[in-house]
């Protein structure tokens, strides 16, 4: 199994800063994908940044030039740096890795941590 653990959520004004955090621990072996997804109030899941094994990133448009996603392969932990947050990103951030063991390949979601931006 896969623990994903988040972390660095909180009230920010607009303008402001905040660091996500995401521990991954348990059977991570084989994994090639990490990333955050986010999801405001009556909205579907969407994806935000990720990294894959080889040290790709990827950044959705929305929120690229603000937002950075960086690995530190020896922690296990993903990073999402946000910078000059808006009110429209408050929402809930969830980590998320995906896992390949041969054939089969599994997901695993942390539990989420909240994002509010005020204006």
């Known amino acids: 199994q896969v623990q994903l653990v988040e972390s660095g959520g909180g009230l920010v004004q607009a303008g402001g800063s905040l660091r996500l955090s995401c521990a991954a621990s348990?059977?991570?072996?084989?994994?090639?994908?990490m990333a955050w997804y986010q999801q405001a109030p009556g909205k579907q899941r969407e994806l935000v940044a990720n990294?894959?094994?080889?040290?790709?990133?990827n950044v959705a448009d929305s929120v690229k030039g603000r937002f950075t996603i960086s690995k530190d392969n020896d922690k296990n932990t993903i990073y999402l740096q946000m910078n000059s947050l808006k009110p429209e990103d408050t929402a809930v951030y969830y980590c998320?890795?995906?896992?390949?063991?041969?054939?089969?390949?599994?997901?695993?979601w942390g539990q989420g941590t909240q994002v509010t931006v005020s204006s």
């Open positions: 998320h890795l995906t896992r390949r063991l041969g054939q089969q390949i599994s997901n695993y």
């Open positions: 348990g059977s991570i072996f084989g994994f090639i994908v």
């Open positions: 990294t894959t094994i080889g040290g790709s990133t």
